[in-house]
Structure formats: structure tokens, C-alpha cells
């Protein structure tokens, strides 16, 4: 739906936009990860981006101090990173975008002011004409900034009390391309938006992008030689985390479904030909109950996600993790668990054989998929779970995990052996900043940042 109502729309996207840099640090996928070649680590600390050539053991000095995001390119020597800045006037905000943008700014900015005042401020009648116009929000947010700083008192007394939170800023997001050899070095600067994303993902052909963007959740592609104008979007409502398939050009998504009803389901499992025209790119897999935000595609052609129930699985009180097969259509429960808080943080190894399972009060275990075996990484060890970093898969036997030291209040990113059972701590040399937004480091000065989350929670 383009536009469901102005100014709950206004709210919401202007509330994301101000909250995303506040958040960043809390952000626990995309923040660590090896390269495909196992040989490279890369990671987003409090200070930017840092790799490590030499196993984990020392990292590079930092880039893009404001980096949200990171993905590996296939060839293990170039990295993608998302860089979110907060600009406080337009003018400002305006010098970084393309000519196009602020075009597409001015105009969906245009034509919401007109519909305002043709409606004289009644939001009901402006929501549906804009709806029957075809409205497109995908401005939305640097729109009402652009208003509030052109035409403050006409935007602010449509909005009322909301007008506020117009004058507060909004945030752009750069995309980056850097080489990776013992430190990084700045390829591309490959573009500059007012959208925000959630997700960022390299093709394993290196040829397509994948995004998850704004408060929609839309999914957009795009070609990595020419992302300017390039952009495909196939739809809204997808969970953040969606994944390229090994051998081909497609994504797998956890996609909601519109008004589903009591008993049938709120999600389905698609598969996306990014080659294809979006009206015919999207293909239905399997119905879906409760999803939560991640797919993994492995390498034997399953996808994995986690929910409540699945297509023809039995309701139970627990949230599972399950597997889709590409070739048979069918579902399978491998795992499942009180909470689905841990289990959805799961992870796949590179040769599909493993998948790294965290539990309650920051307990690890791996799930070997071919005998059903459980071994134990590590313990409940607190009473209270932690914001960190997803565990992630160096190569098919090593785990990079956050390890807590049982009887003190210590946290260390460690490298787990399977073959040999034991752990390995990485960051005890690092920068504390490289380490400030992975692990929950104990520190008696309260942030600004911690401040204002502890008032929300």
C-alpha cells in the first residue's frame, strides 16, 4: 500500500529514521564476518570498520566511523559497508544526494503539501486521494524535512504535535566499496540516499546487490557495476534478513502476508529471480507461521528459517527452526526451543553441514544436520542475555561466538574449534572501541546511547 495514512505514516517513518543512529550499536547481524576464504575478518566497532589478515588477532586502523553494515564480496577482496550520517539541515543534507533525488524529494514533497492544503487538513480524505494517485512514499521521510525547513508553518499545522519531531534531523545512507589487503582502501563511493537499510547483501556472482530498506521493509536489487540506475524494488513487508542462493541469481525471503485471518498464515517463504521483472520475479515456496527475521540458503539447496509453525508442521508452544528443500517442497523441524529470542540468531556453516544455535543466558551449541548431534560450544553462564555480535562461521570447524567467563563479568570475541572442542579469545589485543558495539562491555560511566535505551525499555 503507498501510503495507509499521512500522518501515522510521518510518525513512524520519521521516528525510524532519527532512531537507527541511536540503535546502530545494538544492531547484532552485519557487524562481524569472515570473509568467504576464511582468511580475513572484518568488523564494525565504535570507532568504524577494522579487518584482520592474521587470523583475528590484530585489526587495521578504522574507516567510516558511522558504518552500520558490512558484507563480503565473494572473491574475499572487497567489502561492502553502509554508512549511516545525520545531517541537521537541509541544506546540508541536500549537497550529498544526486540531482535525481533531490528531484524525487521535491516532487513527492510537492505533491503532499498540494494534497494537504487541497484537503484543507483533512488526513482521511488526503490519504485516499493520494492512494488513489498512486502516491509513492519511498521519500517520505526527507520529504517532510524538506517541507519543515521550505514550508515549516504550512507541514507543521498539518501535523500538529508531530511536527516536531520534523525538525529533529534525518539520515542519509553511503554505500562504499573498499579493497581489502592488510588494511582497507577506499574502491568506490558507489552512492548517497535518503533511504535506511536494514540489510545488505553481495551476490555470490558479485553482480547484484540485495537490500532491505525503511520502515517497509522493501526489498531492492540492484547491479553492482551501475547501482545508480540500476534499482529494481519487489515489494514491501520482507523480513530483514533475506539470502542469496549459492549457484544462482535468486533470493530467499520470509515475506508477510496481507490481512491473513485467524488461523492461516501471516508469512510465506518466496524465492526472487533478480533477472527477471519484479511482476513475475516473486514465486510462492511454502506458507509460513510466525517467521521470524532471517533465511539461510545452504549449499545442498535447503532454506532455513525460524517460526512457530510451518505449512503442514503441528502447532506446538515452541518456535523452531526448519528446513525448506528446494527440490522435494518440503519442510522439516530440526530444532526447537522455548524462546525463539536465541534460536533465531542461528547460523549455517559454509558447507551446510552445521548450524550454530544460541540459547537463553548466552548458551551456544552447534547442530550437526547430517547425524542430529548437539555439541555444546558453550554454557549458560549469566542470568541476563547480552546484546552481541550473531555467531559466525570462520569455515566448515571454526565459530567466532561471544565468549563469557563463567564467575566474572568479562566477555571476549573467541574462535571455537570443533575438531578440537576448544576456545580461542580474539579481541584481547583490540582497540576497546573495536570491541565497543560487539560485546556488552562493562563500563560504570552510562552512555547517552544506554541512557536513552534503558527509558524505552
Not at 484543507?120 to 517520505?140: E, I, P, S, V, Y
Not at 499545522?157 to 508531530?162: L, P
Request: aromatic residues 8%.
Amino acid at each position: 500500500m503507498a501510503c495507509k495514512s499521512v500522518a501515522s505514516r510521518a510518525v513512524k517513518t520519521m521516528l525510524v529514521a532519527l532512531t537507527l543512529p541511536l540503535l546502530a550499536a545494538c544492531d547484532v547481524e552485519q557487524r562481524l564476518s569472515w570473509s568467504p576464504d576464511g582468511n580475513k575478518l572484518a568488523v564494525i566497532g565504535a570507532d568504524g570498520v577494522r579487518v584482520s589478515t592474521d587470523g583475528g588477532l590484530h585489526l587495521s586502523e578504522p574507516v567510516e566511523p558511522e558504518a552500520k553494515l558490512l558484507n563480503w564480496f565473494a572473491d574475499s577482496k572487497r567489502l561492502l559497508v553502509v554508512s549511516e550520517t545525520s545531517y541537521e539541515s537541509w541544506e546540508a543534507a541536500e549537497k550529498r544526494l544526486s540531482k535525481e533525488d533531490v528531484a524525487a524529494v521535491g516532487s513527492c514533497a510537492s505533491q503532499l503539501i498540494t494534497e494537504l492544503e487541497r484537503c484543507n487538513g483533512d488526513l482521511a480524505a488526503c490519504r485516499d486521494a493520494l492512494k488513489k494517485n498512486k502516491f509513492d512514499a519511498t521519500h517520505l521521510n526527507a520529504a517532510l524535512f524538506y517541507l519543515n525547513a521550505t514550508q515549516g508553518e504550512k507541514i507543521r499545522k498539518f501535523a500538529g504535535n508531530d511536527g516536531r519531531l520534523f525538525r529533529l534531523g534525518m539520515t542519509l545512507s553511503t554505500v562504499s566499496t573498499y579493497d581489502v589487503d592488510k588494511d582497507l582502501k577506499l574502491k568506490e563511493t558507489l552512492f548517497t540516499t535518503d533511504r535506511t537499510f536494514d540489510s545488505a547483501a553481495v551476490s555470490p556472482s558479485n553482480e547484484y546487490f540485495c537490500f532491505i530498506s525503511g520502515a517497509e521493509n522493501e526489498l531492492l536489487t540492484a547491479e553492482a557495476k551501475n547501482p545508480k540506475n540500476t534499482w529494481k524494488s519487489f515489494g514491501r513487508d520482507y523480513q530483514d534478513f533475506p539470502d542469496w542462493d549459492i549457484n544462482t541469481d535468486f533470493i530467499y525471503a520470509l515475506k508477510s502476508v496481507p490481512a491473513p485471518g485467524k488461523g492461516k498464515p501471516d508469512f510465506e517463504l518466496v524465492s526472487i529471480d533478480v533477472k527477471k521483472d519484479p511482476a513475475q520475479a516473486v514465486k510462492h515456496l511454502s506458507d509460513v507461521y510466525s517467521a521470524y527475521d532471517k533465511v539461510r540458503a545452504t549449499v545442498d539447496g535447503n532454506i532455513l528459517f525460524v517460526a512457530l509453525r510451518a505449512g503442514s508442521v503441528p502447532v506446538g508452544k515452541y518456535s523452531s527452526l526448519f528446513s525448506y528443500n528446494l527440490t522435494s517442497g518440503k519442510l522439516k523441524k530440526l530444532q526447537s526451543s522455548s524462546s525463539a529470542t536465541q534460536l533465531e540468531k542461528f547460523e549455517v556453516s559454509p558447507d551446510g553441514n552445521s548450524v550454530s544455535i544460541p540459547g537463553a543466558y548466552n548458551a551456544l551449541a552447534v547442530l550437526n544436520l547430517q547425524n542430529g548431534k548437539r555439541q555444546i560450544v558453550a554454557p549458560a553462564v549469566t542470568k541476563k542475555d547480552q546484546d552481541t555480535f550473531v555467531p559466525v562461521w570462520r569455515n566448515n570447524e571454526e565459530l567466532c561466538f561471544n565468549r563469557i567467563q563463567a564467575g566474572a563479568d568479562k566477555s571476549t570475541v573467541s574462535l571455537y574449534s570443533l575438531r578440537t572442542g576448544q576456545s580461542k579469545d580474539l579481541s584481547n589485543a583490540w582497540p576497546e572501541k573495536a570491541v565497543a558495539g560487539l560485546l556488552a562491555v562493562t563500563d560504570k560511566t552510562l552512555s547517552f546511547d544506554d541512557f536513552l535505551k534503558s527509558l524505552r525499555e
